[in-house]
């Protein structure tokens, strides 16, 4: 009796076991439609890209764009249908989507189309051995420094005089093309304090995402900068500009290289004789994502130098990618006509210009830290993960 009873229980097991393997074995029930993407790329030369789609009913394309030809716009079953897209000139991606559906509407599917038209990125990679090849010669002369008025591309109410104008004469001078590198930095310092700084407050930045050999330098001091600017002119056979002993930096007057006065930071940025009195450094706020890395298109981090567009001296990330230290300690400025001026003999902050990766246009779009005048005050002896440098040269100096 109990053998029979487990040969019943045996057989109400298998039973139920091959029931659920028929179940799961059941074919989808009524009609089906898939495509093998969601997404298809052309570059900007144009081509022919293939949608294959596998359906087991009848179903149609709804497309309303003009950068691609949809060659089958019905069609019943699994069937592979081809899309022309066109040759983009306009200089920037188009993107739009198609929708493939059954004709009783039961399902449908976007996909979406992007035609690449924007320009690949430049990738700079700097000489290092004839790095003055990237010296720009700016040439002297008269500018009136900060703003009597609201510039040119600025109409909110922010766009205040940020300092009180003065005229400026400067002599002629020489400044980098880009800003200093992370791979300049290593091979004259020996140093890596883009990895060693400390990490973003930008939610989602890691300090692995600041190594980039073509990324500006960030997390350097102004002393630090200055202590690179002397090495950099002994590696040259340059006599240094600097007296540096410990802390204490005097200006020694070599023909080496140093960081750029504030006013000649400012000449340049606005582009000294050739300049268009425009509000950023060689544009107006309409075309800041051609010549600016900015908080909004930025991708949350520093990016390498040279990619956007230059300004009327053909400087690269005047406004934009990392603040810049000058050489100037901080102060108000007066009214009064000032020829090189320096900035005070001593103080307790430096300055920096030119804006950052984290400055955003803000509600009214009017990028207000991207402004050539917008000066910030700051704490010389601390590096960020915004701020960085340029070194310029004195023309005069033998």
């Not at 559906?101 to 320009?119: I, P, Q």
């Not at 051995?129 to 010669?137: C, I, P, R, S, T």
């Given at each position: 009796?109990?053998?029979?009873?487990n040969?019943?229980?045996?057989?109400?097991?298998?039973?139920?076991?091959?029931?659920?393997?028929?179940?799961?074995?059941?074919?989808?029930?009524?009609?089906?439609?898939?495509?093998?993407?969601?997404?298809?790329?052309?570059?900007?030369?144009?081509?022919?890209k293939?949608?294959s789609?596998?359906s087991?009913?009848?179903?149609?394309?709804?497309?309303?764009?003009?950068?691609?030809?949809?060659?089958?716009?019905?069609?019943?079953?699994?069937?592979?249908?081809?899309?022309?897209?066109?040759?983009?000139?306009?200089?920037?991606?188009?993107?739009?989507?198609?929708?493939?559906?059954l004709?009783?509407?039961?399902?449908?599917?976007?996909?979406?189309?992007?035609?690449?038209?924007?320009?690949?990125?430049?990738?700079?990679v700097?000489?290092?051995?004839?790095?003055?090849?990237?010296?720009?010669?700016?040439?002297?002369?008269?500018?009136?420094?900060s703003?009597?008025?609201?510039?040119?591309?600025?109409?909110?109410e922010?766009?205040?005089?940020?300092?009180?104008?003065?005229?400026?004469?400067?002599k002629?001078?020489?400044?980098?093309?880009?800003?200093?590198?992370?791979?300049?930095?290593k091979?004259?310092?020996?140093?890596?304090?883009?990895?060693d700084?400390?990490?973003?407050?930008?939610?989602?930045?890691?300090?692995?995402?600041?190594?980039?050999?073509?990324a500006?330098?960030?997390?350097?001091t102004?002393?630090e900068?200055?202590?690179?600017?002397?090495?950099?002119?002994?590696?040259k056979?340059?006599?240094?500009?600097?007296?540096?002993a410990?802390?204490?930096v005097?200006?020694?007057?070599?023909?080496?290289?140093?960081?750029?006065?504030?006013?000649?930071?400012?000449?340049?940025?606005?582009?000294?004789?050739?300049?268009?009195?425009?509000?950023?450094?060689?544009?107006?706020?309409?075309?800041?994502d051609?010549?600016?890395?900015?908080?909004?298109?930025?991708?949350?981090?520093?990016?390498?130098?040279?990619?956007?567009?230059?300004?009327?001296?053909?400087?690269?990330?005047?406004?934009?990618?990392?603040?810049e230290?000058?050489?100037?300690?901080?102060?108000?400025?007066?009214?009064?006509?000032?020829?090189?001026?320096?900035?005070?003999?001593?103080?307790?902050?430096?300055?920096?210009?030119?804006a950052?990766?984290?400055?955003?246009?803000?509600?009214?779009?009017?990028?207000?830290?991207?402004?050539?005048?917008?000066?910030?005050?700051?704490?010389?002896t601390?590096?960020?993960d915004?701020?960085g440098?340029?070194?310029?040269?004195?023309?005069?100096?033998?």
């Amino acid at each position: 009796m109990k053998n029979l009873f487990n040969f019943f229980v045996c057989f109400l097991a298998v039973a139920t076991i091959s029931s659920c393997s028929k179940d799961e074995e059941k074919p989808e029930v009524g009609n089906t439609l898939k495509t093998n993407t969601l997404k298809i790329e052309c570059e900007k030369t144009g081509g022919i890209k293939t949608l294959s789609i596998t359906s087991n009913s009848d179903w149609i394309i709804t497309s309303s764009l003009d950068f691609v030809a949809v060659k089958t716009m019905s069609g019943s079953g699994d069937k592979d249908v081809s899309l022309g897209f066109i040759q983009n000139t306009t200089g920037k991606d188009m993107t739009g989507k198609i929708k493939v559906a059954l004709k009783d509407n039961s399902k449908n599917v976007e996909v979406t189309l992007t035609l690449k038209g924007a320009e690949e990125p430049i990738k700079v990679v700097v000489d290092y051995a004839n790095l003055e090849k990237y010296m720009v010669d700016v040439e002297g002369g008269v500018f009136t420094m900060s703003s009597e008025e609201a510039q040119a591309g600025i109409e909110d109410e922010d766009a205040k005089p940020f300092q009180t104008p003065h005229e400026v004469t400067l002599k002629s001078f020489k400044i980098c093309q880009y800003e200093v590198t992370q791979e300049i930095w290593k091979r004259v310092m020996k140093t890596t304090p883009y990895v060693d700084g400390g990490t973003s407050p930008m939610e989602g930045t890691t300090i692995k995402d600041f190594t980039s050999k073509g990324a500006p330098v960030i997390f350097v001091t102004w002393l630090e900068c200055v202590q690179f600017c002397n090495a950099l002119s002994i590696e040259k056979e340059l006599t240094p500009y600097y007296t540096i002993a410990g802390s204490e930096v005097t200006i020694a007057g070599g023909n080496g290289f140093r960081l750029p006065t504030e006013a000649e930071w400012e000449y340049a940025a606005k582009g000294g004789k050739k300049t268009q009195g425009l509000a950023m450094a060689g544009f107006s706020v309409e075309e800041i994502d051609d010549y600016a890395w900015t908080g909004d298109n930025c991708g949350g981090n520093i990016n390498s130098v040279g990619e956007k567009k230059a300004n009327e001296l053909n400087l690269y990330d005047m406004s934009g990618n990392v603040w810049e230290q000058v050489s100037d300690f901080y102060a108000e400025f007066s009214a009064d006509a000032q020829v090189d001026p320096k900035g005070p003999a001593t103080g307790e902050e430096g300055v920096m210009r030119g804006a950052s990766w984290y400055g955003k246009g803000g509600d009214e779009g009017t990028y207000f830290p991207f402004r050539i005048d917008v000066r910030l005050s700051m704490d010389r002896t601390v590096g960020d993960d915004d701020r960085g440098f340029r070194f310029a040269q004195s023309v005069e100096a033998k």
